[in-house]
């Protein structure tokens, strides 16, 4: 939630400890990819370099119906994203026409670069819709690829310890951010279907696959394996409880077996 608070930066927590909710490309950058994370980074073509070296703007916003507030810094996917999602908010609760929401969506850009980019391009963007400025933005702060980019981190995701509803709010919201910026590379309904289930688990596959699913909305094929996936996580909450109880009982026997021993003989 974005409204009244600002939006954090992304940072390099490990992948099993990220809030999907906020869960950026950065998030999965590993040591060996650093270098070539800094140039998927360097958001502006002006001075790449120097512009690692900042830190990423925040989007703060007060009221619903006053205009949000992009902070100095650079650009990154989720920056962006949360961005498109303060301006459609406030173009949802505008008194004024919509004709008039960029005369306030451009005054609320606080960083330099994008300040002198509107003031390069003053009447062009005047005249465009929300949407154009937007898709026009991304195109000027965001780097060259970064939709491909994003698409391999959706295709290279894979279950591992996470929970399913976890991994499936990670993909649609990267997939909502090709989705949003009209991206080729956005995955249909029946791409991500086969996506999570080619990636998920394999007990959590076998359970779908022996319950035999049928085919229909995805959002009802997620809440299914939902169920799933919760089901087996109380059957492995049970085992493993088996299990420490069996090693308690061994330790114990194994204990008092070792005090018959080292007592001393009987005269």
């Not at 960083?111 to 062009?124: G, I, K, L, M, Q």
């Not at 819709?129 to 980019?149: D, G, M, S, V």
């Not at 909450?237 to 070792?258: F, V």
Request: net charge negative; proline share 4%; charged share 25%.
């Amino acid at each position: 939630d974005i409204s009244g608070s600002s939006l954090s930066e992304a940072d390099s927590t490990p992948f099993h400890q990220i809030n999907p909710a906020i869960i950026t490309l950065s998030a999965y950058r590993t040591p060996a990819a650093s270098c070539t994370y800094q140039k998927m980074a360097a958001t502006l073509a002006f001075n790449p370099d120097a512009d690692n070296q900042r830190p990423l703007a925040k989007v703060r916003v007060t009221k619903l119906k006053e205009c949000p507030m992009l902070t100095k810094g650079h650009m990154d996917d989720h920056v962006f994203q949360q961005w498109t999602i303060a301006c459609q908010r406030f173009q949802k609760h505008l008194v004024e026409k919509d004709s008039e929401i960029m005369s306030f969506v451009v005054d609320g850009m606080l960083e330099p670069w994008f300040v002198a980019w509107y003031h390069a391009n003053r009447s062009r963007i005047d005249a465009m819709t929300l949407e154009q400025y937007l898709h026009e933005l991304q195109r000027f702060a965001l780097p060259c690829h970064w939709q491909t980019k994003v698409h391999d981190t959706i295709l290279g995701l894979y279950q591992g310890n996470m929970a399913f509803t976890d991994r499936v709010v990670v993909l649609q919201n990267l997939n909502a951010l090709l989705k949003n910026t009209r991206s080729e590379h956005t995955l249909s309904d029946m791409s991500l279907k086969a996506h999570l289930e080619s990636h998920m688990c394999p007990d959590l596959c076998w359970k779908v696959n022996y319950k035999r699913i049928p085919v229909g909305e995805l959002a009802d094929w997620i809440m299914e394996v939902v169920e799933l996936d919760e089901e087996l996580a109380k059957e492995q909450t049970r085992t493993q409880a088996l299990i420490d109880m069996s090693h308690a009982e061994q330790s114990n026997k194994c204990k008092a077996l070792i005090d018959r021993l080292s007592e001393p003989p009987c005269a």
